[in-house]
């Protein structure tokens, strides 16, 4: 593995993200195009874009769900662009999509012991009956699941087929999830997509005590009122490149963003 961390002007112990000339190609598209980002610990850093600008590609780059044409991917200082996405999971990151995978036969509670990480997929059955043969590790995953069940107020949804919840009450079970690796960086690919709003306020809220607990978050973020709330700074995306970055402000007065969503 090669390190080609270039001497950017923040030390390594504050960047939790960075990608060093990313490329995607599908066919002749280019989805991905030269992307190099940082994201420093302890923000919550938006990502908008039009449709089409790449940005879902780019999670699915930097989470591993897809292979890199080129570049780099480094967690912590530490390179994980050939890492599978479990051990990128292992090395602090998370995602969730934008259209969670809902887990067939499984209910919340099974779903949040699954996320733990925890090898539990075969043996999730006999946890549930062994009664006193439950190992130390298999009672505190399942009480770590019951705290972020509490935490994102679905507790009452922990016997729950997962294919039964609504499309809010999934992305809210995907948050939860998400925690259970206790990630350095969670990136959310359109976290209120879909969302009536006051699941959608309640999502803010969650997001923002996370990250006042220290949390760093990445969001892609369709609804421009929630991510100029939230975020900041902004990453415009468009066309698969980097269009500027900026504080809220700076990204609402850009004649570049506005050209970029009116163009479209
Ligand atoms: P965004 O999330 O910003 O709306 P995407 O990353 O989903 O954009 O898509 C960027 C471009 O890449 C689009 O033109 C899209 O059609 C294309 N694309 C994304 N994923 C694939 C794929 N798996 N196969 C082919 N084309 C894709
Ligand atoms: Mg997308």
Redesign the pocket.
């Known amino acids: 593995m090669s390190d080609t961390y270039e001497g950017a002007a923040l030390g390594k112990d504050d960047v939790v993200l960075r990608t060093n000339g990313l490329e995607k190609a599908?066919?002749g598209?280019v989805?991905?195009d030269d992307v190099s980002i940082e994201v420093e610990r302890g923000t919550i850093t938006g990502m908008i874009?039009?449709?089409?600008?790449?940005?879902?590609?780019?999670f699915?780059l930097i989470s591993g769900f897809?292979d890199e044409d080129a570049g780099h991917v480094f967690v912590n200082g530490e390179e994980v662009t050939d890492m599978p996405t479990h051990e990128r999971a292992n090395a602090g990151l998370v995602r969730t999509f934008?259209t969670p995978r809902r887990l067939e036969g499984m209910s919340v509670r099974e779903a949040m012991l699954v996320g733990a990480g925890s090898q539990l997929g075969e043996s999730i059955i006999p946890l549930f009956f062994r009664g006193s043969d439950v190992t130390q590790q298999e009672r505190e995953n399942l009480e770590r699941a019951e705290e972020l069940l509490e935490r994102f107020e679905i507790s009452h949804l922990i016997d729950q087929p997962s294919t039964d919840l609504s499309g809010g009450q999934m992305k809210l079970v995907e948050l939860a999830r998400a925690f259970t690796t206790d990630p350095d960086i969670l990136l959310l690919?359109e976290p209120v997509a879909g969302v009536n709003p006051t699941l959608a306020n309640d999502i803010k809220r969650f997001i923002r005590e996370l990250n006042e607990e220290g949390q760093t978050f990445l969001i892609?973020e369709h609804d421009m009122p929630f991510i100029m709330d939230l975020a900041d700074p902004i990453i415009v995306?468009d066309q698969?490149r980097v269009l500027m970055e900026g504080t809220p402000e700076e990204v609402r007065n850009d004649e570049r963003v506005i050209e970029a969503y009116l163009g479209g």
């Open positions: 599908f066919g598209l989805a991905t874009g039009p449709n089409g600008a790449g940005k879902s590609t780019l699915n897809y934008q690919d892609i995306l698969g």
